[in-house]
């Protein structure tokens, strides 16, 4: 049994044991303090439907039935605040049906709050369940409220919760001018190894955003940056549709780049969304057996078919590997998709990958890349040493940034 499918049961095992939680997460930590930062004020909240506490109970009925707490409205990242807006989904304006409280989208046309927005708020909670990978758009919500906080002179208060991936993996290059989009907005590796409220803090303080805000991070309880998310004991909440299980977090960085150029299936649409890669014009036995021989650690292939129901090749009978994790911190995430790449080649020298998409999703490909370097040259050869200085040439210098904002150890 590999070590991710070893830890989904040592997961479920917590759940049906009944076994406590290592960690308290901020929204219980703020509880337990009877919300002393809140007493007095308006608040506005930012989350969605994995802002819950340890007792699953969302972060904004939470907030709402707490003495002394006024909470004026909500706000609306990706998948709404409940989480019932499908992937890409426009976010509209609207009331909250269970708390009568009026959400204002962050995700449509405005992506920033804007000062009618904010006029009757004194402070913008945070709390939503991040995956640690710069590409998801949580982060860029994040950063734009907290540029329109300073500008406004409001508070932000960021309810921390785990890095599933942990506080030690540190992958990717940062992103380039020319490059900066709502899924790499700030100049942060692909896989950061911060948790949300350490982010906040080193976007604050490092000037990331056009702003600096009165920031304060309610910090958990309990966790170890050497704890990935099954270890903490906590009941994971969807994050977006095709992150169902926390091990999702690790897959997603590992397949979601090459993923936007939309030529192969990378196991959405089917039961194992960015834990595989294939395609129609595969064969499974080679492309396992090629990529086994790299002997890349932490790592196992295995051959698969299937027929995905939606996404890129929906309809279609594809074949390719599905990745075992074994050791997720010896595995480097990011760069699997590379050497998948590089194996195709090997396998099918006539098949361009890059040749074969669209100018929109190579556009796409390097927006999330943080710049069209690694295209450029993995077009050349498909070779991954070819770019490796490229990837992880910002990493050392980001962990030596990064680690004066830990706020754990």
């Not at 692909?190 to 910090?219: D, F, H, Q, R, W």
């Not at 299937?306 to 995430?333: C, E, N, T």
């Not at 370097?373 to 077009?379: E, G, N, Q």
């Not at 210098?397 to 754990?408: A, D, G, I, V």
Request: with cysteine; glycine share 8%.
């Amino acid at each position: 049994m590999s070590l991710s499918r070893f830890l989904l049961l040592v997961s479920s095992m917590f759940f049906f044991l009944g076994i406590h939680a290592q960690v308290t997460l901020g929204i219980d930590v703020l509880k337990q303090r009877d919300f002393d930062i809140l007493k007095g004020k308006r608040v506005g909240l930012l989350t969605n439907a994995t802002g819950v506490d340890a007792n699953m109970q969302s972060s904004i009925d939470v907030l709402n039935s707490a003495d002394g707490v006024k909470l004026v409205c909500l706000f609306a990242p990706e998948h709404g605040v409940r989480g019932n807006v499908y992937a890409g989904g426009t976010v509209n304006a609207s009331v909250d049906a269970k708390t009568g409280l009026k959400v204002h989208s962050l995700y449509g046309k405005t992506k920033k709050p804007t000062v009618e927005m904010l006029k009757d708020v004194d402070v913008i909670v945070y709390d939503i369940q991040d995956v640690g990978c710069r590409s998801y758009t949580f982060v860029s919500s994040l950063g734009l409220v907290m540029e329109a906080a300073a500008e406004n002179g409001k508070e932000v208060v960021v309810l921390d919760r785990p890095n599933p991936l942990g506080g030690n993996k540190i992958e990717g290059p940062l992103v380039y001018d020319g490059y900066f989009s709502f899924i790499s907005k700030y100049p942060i590796p692909y896989i950061y190894g911060l948790t949300v409220g350490e982010l906040a803090t080193l976007l604050n303080e490092e000037k990331m955003t056009k702003s600096k805000c009165k920031l304060t991070v309610v910090p958990m309880e309990g966790w170890k940056r050497n704890m990935d998310y099954s270890q903490t004991g906590l009941r994971w909440v969807m994050t977006s549709p095709q992150i169902p299980y926390w091990q999702c977090s690790a897959y997603y960085p590992m397949s979601g780049i090459v993923g936007e150029l939309g030529v192969l299936n990378i196991g959405v649409g089917y039961t194992i969304p960015f834990d595989a890669f294939a395609a129609d014009w595969v064969n499974a036995d080679s492309l396992a057996m090629e990529l086994n021989n790299m002997k890349l650690d932490g790592l196992t292939f295995r051959p698969i078919v299937y027929k995905p129901q939606f996404s890129a090749l929906s309809g279609k009978i594809v074949q390719g590997v599905q990745v075992y994790v074994d050791d997720l911190q010896k595995a480097r995430l990011t760069e699997v998709q590379f050497y998948v790449l590089e194996a195709l080649h090997n396998l099918y020298p006539s098949k361009d990958i890059f040749g074969m998409c669209t100018d929109k999703t190579k556009k796409s490909f390097d927006n999330v890349c943080g710049s069209n370097k690694i295209r450029l040259k993995m077009s050349e050869r498909y070779k991954f040493d070819d770019v490796k200085d490229i990837w992880r040439d910002s990493e050392s210098s980001w962990r030596k940034k990064s680690n004066k904002y830990h706020l754990y150890d």
